[in-house]
């Protein structure tokens, strides 16, 4: 079947705009995450769901980034008045129901942003 | 959050000779998940270990879950073009969020 997909894959905004991610999660998986990846880096955790329920938010850097999940399906990041160090590739992974055990988690490709 | 540090951060190898990256931890890990993420790509989940002292292996992969649960490493056996990347190790530290390393990037010359 089909995997996680995000749009747009590449997004470049000028400092101050705002900006809308989208994630499709695999059909059927109840949980999603969104991570920041910089260059070089690990991806660092930014938001979980459990289909619409927002659980966590504690990645989140600061009160410009939004996320949200109204269906329990896709999911929209949203960044608004953009920053420099807001430029990242920001990914979207999708996995069932798990505990710390037994999760495996499905990546999109993920979308680069670049602020200018 | 559970903290995980891995070494080294780039390797360069021939192909063919062996390769091995390493994750460690100050405190108790109670799982370690291995992505492997090819150059522009996104990380593609590997495996999971939980056990203490686990050993998995996947083809040329073996994947080692120390005695304590403090540390664990991938070893690649003669390595091929196709195995460069970065290998990030994980830990969701007991909930559902996980922590990851810097990663290894594998460099592989023919």
């Known amino acids: 079947g089909a995997g996680v997909s995000q749009s747009p894959r590449y997004k470049v905004a000028k400092r101050g705009q705002d900006v809308a991610l989208r994630c499709d999660p695999i059909s059927g998986h109840v949980s999603l995450f969104w991570y920041q990846q910089a260059l070089g880096q690990g991806p660092e955790f930014l938001t979980y769901f459990q289909n619409e329920a927002q659980l966590d938010k504690s990645g989140l850097p600061s009160d410009r980034f939004f996320a949200e999940r109204p269906e329990g399906s896709v999911s929209t990041l949203k960044i608004q008045r953009t920053q420099q160090e807001d430029s990242a590739v920001y990914l979207c992974?999708?996995?069932?129901?798990?505990?710390?055990?037994?999760?495996?988690?499905?990546f999109g490709p993920g979308t680069r942003l670049t602020v200018l | 959050g559970q903290q995980v540090m891995q070494i080294p951060q780039y390797q360069h190898v021939q192909e063919g000779e062996d390769f091995t990256t390493y994750c460690n931890s100050s405190t108790t890990l109670s799982n370690i998940q291995w992505y492997k993420q090819r150059p522009g790509g996104h990380p593609v989940f590997l495996i999971q270990l939980v056990k203490s002292g686990e050993v998995k292996k996947q083809k040329r992969l073996t994947f080692q879950f120390g005695e304590a649960k403090k540390n664990s490493s991938l070893h690649i056996t003669a390595t091929q073009t196709t195995d460069v990347g970065t290998y990030f190790c994980?830990?969701?530290?007991?909930?559902?969020?996980?922590?990851f390393g810097r990663g290894t990037s594998l460099i592989v010359h023919p």
């Open positions: 994980a830990t969701t530290g007991g909930s559902y969020i996980p922590t």
């Open positions: 992974a999708s996995s069932l129901v798990g505990d710390s055990h037994t999760y495996t988690q499905y």
